[in-house]
């Protein structure tokens, strides 16, 4: 078989795909650059072409900087959170313990549940009359009143990192626990012989077996936390007082609560071209830890 | 005092009884080689020697002090896995190292005990390379150094060859030979090699389902095998085991119209009319050139030459015999002809018990 027959067949066989694709994001896709040329309103008129001003006033503008602060902090923090937690959770997963196959089935739920009956359940921990956390501190003594934890601006984030934490380590404990399948038994007793405790252990010996899923894990929760709405949406919807607001609610403000459509396609490029960035850097760096652990 | 004393030691896993009860002594600098089949314990007992696993009765001891209990890096042993075990992000001068670094002793001194395990070993060129840049056989050399390193009293070793080529492994096993023959150290070593356990021990134990079925000298074992099991698995090809009936002072061999003369030194051991099993490794066969030594008349069935020797398998009536004879021996299939050996070769053993009289 000549191969550009076998390419031609390739092609052949993708097309479909590729029309879809078209379809759904390449012409929104096109037709969002587009937008970002106009001072077009969602509804009404294609509007007129102004250049590059939609971006220069988004990217001079201090809620853009505030909200790209906020964004990474929720980024930063949460996905940091993630990763420390879900490899202490597979560390433990992994040892040998009666309900081992319950408790990891268990652990996996948070993951499992849609976002919006976390972010429900979260909301209703945090409530500020009956929250099950405000029960919980008093009780322990830890704070004298009822507070509204998602209410103020000091708290508000924080508690959206610990929601989203939850919801989002158990990934990065299923991605971890199944590298820790691949540790060979043999290093493991060759270095309790050698001597090394546990930190030790973890550095030399298992770390080199993890890194390279955990880069995986870390590129794909950077990603997603960066662009993060929906649990946003339903906690606080950005509040209060924008605390809350990452970019992604920022771009559904300017296109649909304020209308200006070609403002809000630019900074949906703005944070597109971000999110590229990210993902081509971590792209370099998965490719550079899956080389050397080789 | 021992170096390793190894005092009825048991392993149960669950209902099932790994290790039966296994009694060795081992003097300082002997080559305990470990011998048998996959299951048999062996790689369990070293385990526990280890500190990998632990015995759920018995004792063992490292120079006179019982280590049941005792953390694997304070039992002052070194072990050699056959995986190779090698850190894969640290360099082979770390890995080397590794156990000196994590016992705190000092660069310089880590680093002088690194140069001349390398120089030992023949891997100075390689000290800066990662295990993912070496080859099978340099691995193993690192690995070998690692353990090297530490100076322990007790080196163990688990089927360390296994994982290289025909070739390498021959070279490996020399070097493992001239290592103890230069540093004189005591080893137990695990391996279900026959040639391996033969060429490198000072003693061998052989065992079978959790239990010691021999423990002597590589040429006890092969000379004088205890059992129809250590019979079989000592020696390739493995000793010939004919059934036979004492007849007075003859072994008849069943099957066939042929006998042999029962050697004196069995004649007591064994009743008239009992059933034996006749053994006689291949390599005392040879083509019978007068009647004075003890022959049996065989048809020849298959010849093969492996270069070294003629390979010769021949039927005494219903039961076959395998000789390895001269390359230049006058053999061809189809051919009647006459097997000799010398009395002293001839093995009996009991087909009830599997046990030699």
Redesign the interface.
């Known amino acids: 078989m000549s191969s550009t027959w076998m390419t031609t067949r390739a092609w052949l066989l993708m097309l479909p795909l590729l029309v879809v694709m078209v379809a759904v994001i390449g012409w929104p896709l096109v037709d969002t650059v587009g937008l970002s040329f106009t001072d077009a309103k969602l509804v009404g008129t294609g509007g007129n072409y102004v250049g590059f001003d939609n971006y220069t006033n988004m990217l001079s503008s201090s809620n853009f900087s505030r909200t790209l602060v906020t964004t990474t902090l929720f980024a930063v923090i949460s996905v940091a959170a993630e990763m420390v937690i879900g490899v202490l959770a597979a560390l433990l997963l992994n040892q040998q313990f009666h309900g081992r196959a319950i408790l990891r089935a268990l652990m996996i739920l948070p993951w499992a549940l849609p976002t919006v009956v976390n972010a429900t359940l979260w909301r209703l921990i945090y409530n500020p009359e009956y929250g099950a956390l405000n029960a919980a501190l008093t009780q322990l003594n830890l704070i004298d009143a009822y507070r509204s934890w998602l209410g103020e601006p000091g708290t508000a984030l924080v508690a959206l990192i610990v929601a989203d934490c939850w919801k989002n380590f158990p990934l990065v404990a299923l991605i971890a626990l199944a590298a820790l399948q691949a540790v060979?038994r043999?290093?493991t007793?060759?270095?309790?012989?050698?001597?090394?405790?546990p930190f030790?252990r973890f550095r030399?010996?298992i770390?080199?077996y993890l890194a390279g899923p955990l880069m995986v894990a870390l590129v794909l929760r950077t990603i997603e936390a960066f662009k993060v709405f929906d649990i946003i949406w339903v906690m606080t919807r950005g509040g209060p007082a924008n605390s809350t607001r990452t970019l992604s609610i920022l771009v559904y403000q300017e296109a649909f609560s304020f209308q200006r459509a070609g403002s809000g396609a630019s900074l949906a490029l703005i944070v597109t071209l971000l999110v590229t960035v990210l993902a081509v850097a971590y792209a370099a760096l998965v490719r550079k830890t899956a080389g050397?652990?080789? | 005092m021992s170096a390793l004393e190894i005092r009825n030691v048991r392993k149960n896993y669950g209902s099932v009884e790994t290790l039966k009860g296994i009694d060795i002594a081992l003097q300082s600098g002997e080559f305990l080689v470990l011998l048998g089949s996959s299951g048999c314990g062996k790689s369990t007992l070293l385990n526990i020697i280890a500190g990998l696993a632990e015995a759920t009765s018995g004792d063992v001891l490292i120079g006179g002090r019982s280590i049941l209990g005792v953390h694997p890096k304070n039992r002052d042993i070194a072990m050699v896995f056959q995986s190779y075990a090698l850190y894969p992000n640290l360099t082979v001068r770390r890995n080397i190292g590794f156990g000196l670094e994590m016992r705190g002793v000092a660069a310089d001194e880590r680093e002088k005990a690194v140069a001349e395990a390398a120089r030992l070993l023949q891997i100075e060129a390689l000290l800066d390379r990662k295990p993912s840049q070496l080859s099978g056989g340099q691995r193993q050399r690192v690995a070998i150094g690692r353990a090297l390193v530490r100076k322990p009293q007790v080196f163990l070793f688990d089927e360390p060859l296994s994982n290289l080529d025909a070739k390498l492994r021959l070279e490996m096993r020399t070097e493992l030979k001239r290592l103890h023959q230069m540093l004189q150290t005591t080893v137990v070593y695990v391996t279900h090699d026959q040639i391996e356990a033969m060429t490198l021990a000072s003693r061998i134990a052989v065992m079978r389902d959790g239990r010691i079925e021999q423990l002597g000298t590589p040429e006890e074992i092969y000379n004088e095998p205890a059992t129809l099991y250590v019979a079989g698995f000592v020696g390739a090809p493995s000793m010939n085991m004919l059934q036979a009936t004492v007849q007075g002072t003859t072994l008849a061999i069943d099957g066939a119209k042929a006998s042999l003369p029962l050697p004196a030194r069995f004649r007591d051991a064994v009743q008239d009319g009992a059933r034996v099993v006749a053994g006689i490794r291949p390599e005392a066969l040879r083509v019978a050139a007068d009647a004075a030594a003890p022959s049996v008349p065989v048809e020849i069935e298959v010849v093969e030459l492996t270069g070294p020797e003629l390979v010769t398998t021949a039927r005494i009536g219903t039961q076959r015999l395998t000789a390895c004879l001269p390359p230049a021996s006058r053999v061809a299939k189809g051919q009647a002809a006459s097997f000799a050996f010398s009395e002293d070769a001839l093995r009996l053993f009991d087909p009830d018990t599997g046990k030699a009289f």
């Open positions: 060979p043999d290093i007793a060759a270095s309790l012989v050698d001597g090394a405790g030790n030399f010996v770390l080199p050397s652990a080789a």
